[in-house]
């Protein structure tokens, strides 16, 4: 059914009525464009068996088209101002939620307990706020919820770094902590025309589904991370010299390490961004094995 909120003169005549004053602080760039909103319900691929999470609706544009093709929505608005006007703009739709909530101190397992039926496939789908862009993709996917699909918009660069393959310079830990659980890719890109107030940057809608099991997992996640982590410390330096700069330059450590390399087939000069996840798993793996 036609919207209610999109369209560049309907979100300036909602920020007018209201007198909403726009928060670039809080990455506040509202979807105007009706074409894209129903690109991103494409790319979700909705069914009205979906439940729903949303963060950030802003005025909800995105909400009312995600309430028209899903069972239920629940979305996380931090801006107060907001709260009033969609409980307004979307008035119409009695399988909307809105909570007055920042979504980095949200505990999203119990909120989804408590407002979900279990048994429904559940997906994310959000434009995000891009300030927070790297700390809520690492909540969501180290909160442990099994989310069938999550499609989100973003910073053109930001999604780069998460569909990046080994080799690249967008290659980095961000990439491989998405691809541990997720097969990432680019749907589309948006235009800076397609937002009031426009943004400074290009955006991406990426979409992120389930992998396929990997064959080897690291003996602990959050060692893993951190692992993953520090050998991308230092960009210009080799592989060697980040993974001295994590275990220490004693010569015995030393010979461990080189042992352990040996072992699993990887030269010390290799760049990092060169290492292919399953072969950092296998390092994690082995230098643990080593007591390292
Ligand atoms: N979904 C709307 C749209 O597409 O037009 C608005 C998207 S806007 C890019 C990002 C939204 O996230 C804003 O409404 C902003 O207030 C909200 N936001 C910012 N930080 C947040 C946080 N920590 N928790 C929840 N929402 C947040």
Do not use: C
Not at 9 to 33: E, H, P
Not at 75 to 97: C, G, K, R
Not at 112 to 136: C, D, M
């Amino acid at each position: 059914s036609t919207p209610l909120i999109a369209s560049p003169a309907r979100t300036q005549a909602i920020i007018n009525r209201y007198g909403l004053a726009i928060k670039k602080s809080l990455g506040q760039n509202f979807l105007t464009d009706i074409n894209i909103l129903e690109h991103i319900v494409q790319a979700a691929d909705l069914s009205p068996q979906d439940n729903v999470i949303e963060i950030g609706p802003g005025i909800g544009a995105l909400t009312e088209f995600l309430a028209q093709n899903s069972h239920q929505v629940l979305a996380f608005e931090i801006d107060d101002q907001l709260i009033p006007v969609l409980s307004e703009t979307l008035s119409q739709y009695d399988n909307v939620t809105v909570l007055n909530q920042d979504i980095l101190k949200a505990n999203l397992g119990e909120v989804i307990a408590e407002h979900f039926e279990p048994g429904r496939p559940l997906k994310l789908v959000a434009n995000l706020p891009y300030y927070i862009t790297t700390p809520i993709l690492m909540n969501v996917l180290q909160s442990g919820i099994s989310f069938d699909a999550i499609t989100v918009m973003m910073q053109k660069e930001v999604a780069d770094r998460l569909v990046a393959v080994p080799g690249t310079k967008a290659y980095g830990s961000l990439s491989i902590a998405v691809q541990y659980q997720t097969n990432a890719a680019v749907s589309f890109m948006v235009p800076r025309t397609a937002f009031i107030p426009q943004p400074n940057v290009d955006s991406a809608i990426v979409t992120m589904t389930k992998r396929e099991p990997l064959a080897v997992l690291p003996f602990d996640e959050r060692v893993f991370a951190k692992f993953v982590k520090g050998s991308f410390m230092h960009r210009r330096k080799s592989f060697w010299n980040n993974l001295l700069a994590m275990f220490g330059k004693d010569p015995d450590v030393k010979t461990r390490l080189t042992a352990v390399l040996e072992r699993v087939q990887i030269s010390p000069q290799i760049r990092s961004e060169k290492l292919r996840l399953e072969q950092f798993i296998e390092l994690v793996n082995e230098l643990h094995a080593d007591g390292l």
